[in-house]
């Protein structure tokens, strides 16, 4: 265990040259934009100095899925523009819509990916050889896709979901779970009811809260003073080197490197010990974080990496938005080369992110004839914008198409055992990201 010591000021980071803030931030911890003054703003550091990254023009939220009667109403629509603070370095969207919006009802269960379930089960294996604990708070708890698993360990925990339908699906399966969103108040409530957890897991949340500064200190209140903070967030840097574009959506309030999460966290109180480099959404981190204790070798390097990628600075980001460019022109030239040789095409899933894809892209479903997914929630309704319908899985094996667009290409081995059958008549499985890529009957990628 790394030596510890006493947070005396939250810009004291040793061997770091990444500034990290003291005291209060210059301003709240909300507000981007002001849109009535067309003023950008960070929402970390209050800087007003942001670049320009990658602008996708306007999208609804991704995962506002439209039922059959509502198909001749209009849709409202949301700028994309992700820009970078050239102060705190936090890559951020405007946050014109609200948490509320998206997470009262939710669409997604964590449960339907067996990938994700396994990789929950291992977290928590080696998360409790580390940390031991007593008591575990997981914010953003799903449908207890995590902590069924600490349960059956026998060990107390709780989970704060704040989306009710997918709360509910959680306490069916006998997790303990509070329907609401984190706050500092939430925290203090929590920790006076329940007492101090010994780890506090965030996994896929850290990114959809526009109150980062609030969110972190809801963290703080709930842990343990010498108690730990496991934090999952998709990693910025492989995002921009791989053009992993369409992660970039109206829940996804901002994206961390190492440098920029470690100030966010000091932000709360907190101090970022360790970071683990993860496969999971196509490059994850895990961040380790404690309310005492030093950073350890591991973050020095990934910040040491970051400085050579020149995510530290404006050079690191200037050549992203010619990648996205490069992923968008590919795969219409696929689509639209299918269609001229008769060839269907539909797709498989239906995740927040492949509607940023479908959005940006200007796919209709005439391109796509329509996508299948395993959460019966889904059937029946249509894609936010394209408006392409959404059917239950058994659908691909009736209609037997000429290709199956994988929208979840992050879980590129799970679904290519999931569809294997589709090469059973000639079919094709496509992965449109990092690069558009093709598997051929013979289970071998040929790349377009």
Known sequence: ?????????????????????????????????????????????????????????????????????????????????????????????????????????????SSYSDSWVRHAKAYVDAAVGRVAPGFVVEVASNDGYLLQHVREKGIRCLGIEPSANVGEAAREKGVPTLTEFLTEETGKRVRAEHGPADLVAANNVYAHIPDIVGFTRGLRALVADDGWVSIEVQYLATLMELGQYDTIYHEHFQY????????????????????????????????????????NARVHELLRKEREQGLHSDEGYTAFAQRVAKVRRDLLKFLIGAAEEGKTV?????????????????????????????????????????????????????????????LPWNLRDELSEQLAYVHDWGGRLVFPIPELDIVDAARLEGRS
């Open 1 to 109: 265990m790394e030596n510890e010591r006493s947070l005396v000021m939250l810009g004291s980071f040793s061997g770091d040259e990444t500034p990290v803030p003291s005291g209060e931030p210059d301003a709240p911890g909300v507000a981007l934009n002001d849109p009535s003054s067309g003023v950008a703003e960070c929402r970390l550091c209050g800087a007003k100095d942001l670049l320009s990254v990658v602008d996708l023009g306007a999208t609804p939220p991704c995962e506002l899925f439209l039922t059959a009667d509502r198909l001749d109403a209009p849709e409202l629509t949301y700028p994309l523009h992700l820009r970078v603070c050239r102060e705190c370095r936090l890559a951020q969207l405007p946050p014109l819509i609200t948490p509320e919006e998206t997470f009262t009802e939710y669409a997604y269960f």
């Open 256 to 295: 961390y490197t190492v440098a920029s999460a470690q100030r966010a966290l000091a932000s709360g109180g907190l101090i970022l010990v360790d970071v683990e480099l993860l496969p999971t959404h196509g490059g994850s981190i895990r961040l380790w974080a404690r309310p005492q204790g030093e950073p």
């Open 346 to 406: 539909v797709g498989y899933g239906a995740p927040g992110k492949g509607n940023t894809l479908l959005n940006h892209c200007g796919i209709r479903s005439d391109l796509l004839a329509y996508t299948v997914d395993r959460n019966p929630y889904k059937h029946g309704r249509f894609t936010p914008g394209t408006r392409i319908p959404i059917l239950p899985p058994e659908r691909i094996a009736e209609d037997r198409p000429d290709y199956v667009l994988v």
